[in-house]
T-cell receptor, first 111, second 114 residues
């Protein structure tokens, strides 16, 4: 089955700096790559996703890039704010709706 | 829409007892997923349904776990008998079969087995 690896496991950044989280996947048939944000004690919520026919996607301060050849994708958060502090999960799916999640990255934004 | 609804939000039980977790997906969604989240294992997919039919239950840890979806608006995850290692947060999620794969998560049920 699909194996998704996520790095780093923890990330501390100064407010206003950028944060980058990287994920690799094993199944070349995967074609959908969402990112979920989970605040402490809350449910995971989708923040951005990308499909295999697109190399990059942006939504305000967040962006995701996908390199199908290398089988990796990344989340970029610019101008980080305290409310960006959370656990971020990447995931991959081959279109059968079954998501395989990475282990998560705990992001802490220092004021 | 109220989103995905799960009950109970918290459950504390003793080892050996039966536990039933409940989920109401978003109306119109035809996929329903059950996940377990622990610090050690992260977010694990246990089972998912399409149009009330179980499609993949390969993530169900053992025979003590069972899930049903008797209709489009209700699903249960049952653990019998429960064990301390079952302690986790259990999330239900739902999605549309077309128009994208976004999964909408419920608030979760925090299960503690003593």
């Amino acid at each position: 089955g699909e194996n998704v690896e996520q790095h780093p496991s923890t990330l501390s950044v100064q407010e206003g700096d950028s944060a980058v989280i990287k994920c690799t996947y094993s199944d070349s048939a995967s074609n959908y790559f969402p990112w979920y944000k989970q605040e402490l004690g809350k449910r995971p919520q989708l923040i951005i996703d990308i499909r295999s026919n697109v190399g990059e996607k942006k939504d305000q301060r967040i962006a995701v890039t996908l390199n199908k050849t290398a089988k990796h994708f990344s989340l970029h958060i610019t101008e980080t704010q305290p409310e960006d502090s959370a656990v971020y999960f990447c995931a991959a799916s081959r279109g059968d709706y079954k998501l395989s999640f990475g282990a998560g990255t705990t992001v802490t934004v220092r004021a | 829409d109220a989103g995905v609804i799960q009950s109970p939000r918290h459950e504390v039980t003793e080892m050996g007892q039966e536990v039933t977790l409940r989920c109401k997906p978003i109306s119109g969604h035809d996929y329903l997923f059950w996940y377990r989240q622990t610090m050690m294992r992260g977010l694990e997919l246990l089972i998912y349904f399409n149009n009330n039919v179980p499609i993949d239950d390969s993530g169900m840890p053992e025979d003590r776990f069972s899930a049903k979806m008797p209709n489009a608006s209700f699903s249960t995850l049952k653990i019998q008998p429960s064990e301390p290692r079952d302690s986790a947060v259990y999330f239900c999620a739902s999605s549309w079969g077309t128009g994208g794969n976004e999964q909408f998560f419920g608030p979760g049920t925090r299960l503690t087995v003593l």
